[in-house]
């Protein structure tokens, strides 16, 4: 392929899925990262797609989030629906369960309603991993890079470790839910540790907040499909038919 007629195909790819990875793009046009980021660079100096750190986004996607917010900040935003997410999404915690719980404010509010002291846990955030020790539950702390804004561990170390567990459940924070981008984070190392948890587990969960539907952060981390999600309210109809949706809060 002509690196012309290349460029061509990854400016389409962009503007169909408004956010995309390197690693996708490579698997997309059989290239290397490489040349893919080459081509990246090329096209944002052109102005026909905008690089991300980790990817790219597309000019015309006004409402794809590259900031993340720190935890304090997102502490304060809907607190009653993470609340009622994470009660019910604490009541699957069963007996036998290997658990992996992502950092997140929602998944925070998870520990304090987990009551299975059975089950065992593991995760990737500081924070939480304070919490469920204070909470008496069987604890395991992920290693690797400690990411202020967001406490959280992330890293190649991070993503090699998560590859020799083998969870029954794993409960995940997101930054945005889209039909054409899935799963999305603004941040690329916390991207591949949230992909490496999922792949590695039989039942995973999305805890999100009904603000967070057709919202696109800079980096893609799941597909619908491959999750399941626990939100406060019904979205449109169109999600449902891509995953199973508990609307928690529907009587």
């Known amino acids: 392929m ?23 793009l490579v698997d997309f046009l059989d290239t290397s990262a490489a040349t893919i980021r ?7 100096d052109e102005r026909r797609i905008i690089k991300v750190f980790g ?3 597309s000019l015309n996607a006004k409402d794809v989030n590259t900031i993340e917010p720190s935890v304090a900040e997102k502490a304060l935003h809907n ?3 993470k609340s009622i997410i994470s009660e019910y999404a604490a009541s699957l915690i069963n007996d036998n369960d290997f658990v992996y719980i992502d950092s997140g404010t929602t998944t925070l509010h998870l ?6 002291k059975k089950a065992k846990y593991i995760t990737n955030g500081i924070v939480h991993a304070k919490r469920m020790l204070e909470r008496g539950l069987s604890t395991m702390i992920i290693g690797g890079r400690i ?26 924070g997101t930054n945005g839910i889209s039909i054409t981008a899935g799963f999305t984070t603004p941040d690329v190392d916390e991207a591949l540790v949230k992909a ?3 792949k590695h587990t039989y039942l995973s969960y999305i805890l999100a907040d009904s603000s967070k539907f057709g919202v696109v ?35």
């Open 217 to 251: 952060s800079s980096v893609t981390f799941s597909d619908l499909r491959s999750c399941c999600i626990i939100t406060d309210k019904n979205p449109d109809k169109k999600y449902s038919d891509q995953t199973i949706i508990k609307a928690v809060s529907e009587k």
């Open 55 to 57: 990817g790219a986004t």
């Open 79 to 81: 607190t009653a629906e």
């Open 111 to 116: 520990i304090d309603h987990i009551t299975n």
């Open 38 to 44: 080459r081509d990246l660079i090329a096209l944002s």
């Open 147 to 172: 990411k202020p804004v967001t406490e959280a561990v992330v890293g190649p170390e991070c993503v090699e470790s998560l590859s020799k567990f083998h969870f029954t459940k794993a409960f995940m």
């Open 196 to 198: 490496e948890a999922i």
């Open 2 to 24: 002509l690196t012309e007629e290349r460029r061509n195909a990854i400016v389409s790819y962009i503007e169909e899925h408004k956010a995309v990875t390197v690693q996708e």
